[in-house]
Structures are given as C-alpha cells and as structure tokens.
C-alpha cells in the first residue's frame, strides 16, 4: 500500500451506521454542501432528505440561474464537501439525478457507503504580522470595504476580519462558493483565488456586537499550483519570522 493509500484508509469512514450519522448532523444543523464536479462547476446545497432504509439522500439545488446542477448531474462525478465545526467531511454521490417536485427542484442520490473525515485545521495556519497585508480584495477593486483584511491563512483556507459592511457582507455569502478575488500577500504577490465562506464568528471568542467586526472562515477552492507554492512559501517564511521574533530578547 503506497503512503497516500494509506493516508486516504487513514481518514475514510465505512461503517454505515457512522456515515448516515454525520450525514443526520449535517442535516440536523442545516449544513452548507458545497457540490464539485468537473469541469469546475460547484454549487451550494444542504440535505432535505435522508433516508437510510430506502438508500435515498436528497439535497436541494435552490437557486441555479447558470445551470450547474445539469452540468453537475450530466458530468457523472460529484464530489460534497461540508464542515461540522474543526471537521471537514467529503463523499461522492453516486447516480445522481435531478427531481422536480412541490418543493422544488433536488438532487437526488444514493447514501454514500463512504466519506472522507479531516481535521480542518491540519494545515498550518499563521497569523500575519502586517496590518495591511494579506488582504482579500473583492470584485470592484480595493476602494474601503473592498478589501478584507486576513486574520490566519494556511494552504487550506484562510480567515477574513469581516465588517459592518453589507456591501462585504453580501459579497461574501456563507455557504456561495465565489471566484474572481484577488489574495494580496504582500505589495507584490497577488494571487486570483475562488473562496467557500463556511462560517462566521465573533474575533477572539469575544461576544457579537450589533455593527462589530465578526471572523469569516473560508476554504480555497481548487488552488492550482503557482497559488499553492506561493502559499506554502508564504506560511512556512511567515511562521520562521515568529519564531525568531520570539527567540529575540
């Protein structure tokens, strides 16, 4: 068995009474699931129907104005990635089709007789020193409210200070999966980059304040290469500064 065989068996989950038990939470908690397929069409979804007995697991398409669920559906490989907390869960749905009802329009599929479960913080995250850089800057340029200022960044994802801007706040939706942002590491690296805001909460575990600035945590979503190597120099350059600092008397 080569290292990723064994690195893939480490975090799958086969048992099918734990499988349909995440799947339950993430329909307990409304979960957002993100659908990848190829050609690089996603979609946002969360779980309507989950039926064990029957093999049935439905999630709803909801809005679809460029047609992704077909491309999804028509693609024959569907890959859900959602978040439970620091879990990050990840399963195929097999024979999907899409089912037009009273309620809409699901995609329907069979349960998954397997899922992938990571820490998703196994990815090193740093904090910048800077108070500038990185930043995140919004489709429209960097005029204020534009760019958001990161709190922790690692090859997997990053978080973003969010304020009391609906203009920030409505182009950050959690759960859309959004492309066309520009991640500035520094005055010279800037990286086009595709985000799925999954969460939000308050800065340091302090409480919410009506207005206050809130953490909005993100997943990268497909990072080629050149973006994953400048990354990874980014946090490893980024974790030695602090260390000497803390070495310094």
Same mark, same amino acid.
């Given at each position: 068995?080569s290292?990723?065989?064994?690195a893939?068996?480490?975090?799958?989950?086969?048992?099918?009474?734990?499988?349909?038990?995440?799947?339950?939470?993430?329909?307990?908690?409304?979960?957002?699931?993100?659908l990848?397929?190829?050609?690089?069409?996603?979609l &946002?979804?969360?779980?309507?129907?989950?039926?064990?007995?029957?093999d049935?697991?439905?999630?709803?398409? %909801?809005?679809?104005?460029?047609?992704?669920?077909?491309?999804?559906?028509?693609? %024959?490989?569907?890959?859900?990635?959602?978040?439970?907390?620091?879990i990050?869960?990840?399963?195929?749905?097999?024979?999907?089709?899409?089912?037009?009802?009273?309620?809409?329009? #699901?995609? @329907?599929?069979?349960? !998954?007789?397997?899922l992938?479960?990571?820490?998703? @913080?196994?990815?090193?995250? =740093?904090?910048?020193?800077?108070?500038?850089?990185?930043? =995140?800057?919004?489709? %429209?340029?960097?005029?204020?409210?534009?760019?958001? @200022? #990161?709190?922790?960044?690692?090859i997997?994802?990053?978080?973003?200070?969010?304020?009391? *801007?609906?203009?920030?706040? &409505? &182009?950050?939706?959690?759960?859309?999966?959004l492309?066309?942002?520009v991640?500035?590491? *520094?005055?010279?690296?800037?990286?086009? /980059?595709?985000?799925?805001?999954?969460?939000?909460?308050? /800065?340091?575990?302090?409480?919410?304040? !009506? %207005?206050?600035?809130?953490?909005?945590?993100?997943?990268?979503? *497909?990072?080629?290469?050149?973006?994953?190597?400048?990354?990874?120099?980014?946090?490893?350059?980024?974790?030695?500064?602090?260390?000497?600092?803390k070495?310094?008397?």
């Open positions: 068995m290292a990723t065989e064994a893939s068996e480490e975090f799958r989950v086969t048992a099918a009474a734990e499988v349909v038990a995440y799947l339950q939470q993430l329909q307990r908690e409304n979960a957002n699931i993100l990848n397929g190829p050609p690089r069409w996603s &946002a979804s969360r779980i309507t129907t989950l039926d064990a007995a029957a049935v697991l439905g999630l709803e398409v %909801g809005a679809d104005p460029e047609g992704a669920s077909e491309a999804l559906v028509a693609s %024959g490989e569907i890959t859900a990635v959602a978040y439970l907390g620091a990050k869960l990840q399963f195929e749905l097999d024979d999907a089709v899409l089912v037009s009802g009273e309620q809409g329009t #699901v995609l @329907r599929s069979r349960v !998954p007789t397997r992938y479960r990571f820490q998703r @913080r196994q990815s090193f995250r =740093v904090q910048p020193a800077g108070s500038i850089y990185p930043r =995140v800057v919004l489709p %429209g340029g960097s005029a204020p409210g534009r760019a958001l @200022r #990161v709190l922790d960044i690692s997997g994802g990053l978080a973003l200070a969010l304020p009391a *801007d609906p203009a920030a706040e &409505a &182009a950050l939706p959690v759960g859309q999966p492309d066309g942002l991640l500035e590491l *520094d005055r010279i690296t800037a990286l086009r /980059i595709a985000l799925l805001p999954h969460h939000a909460s308050p /800065i340091s575990g302090s409480a919410p304040e !009506p %207005g206050g600035t809130l953490q909005l945590g993100c997943a990268f979503i *497909d990072l080629d290469s050149t973006a994953t190597r400048a990354l990874q120099v980014y946090v490893d350059q980024t974790q030695k500064r602090r260390r000497l600092l070495l310094d008397p």
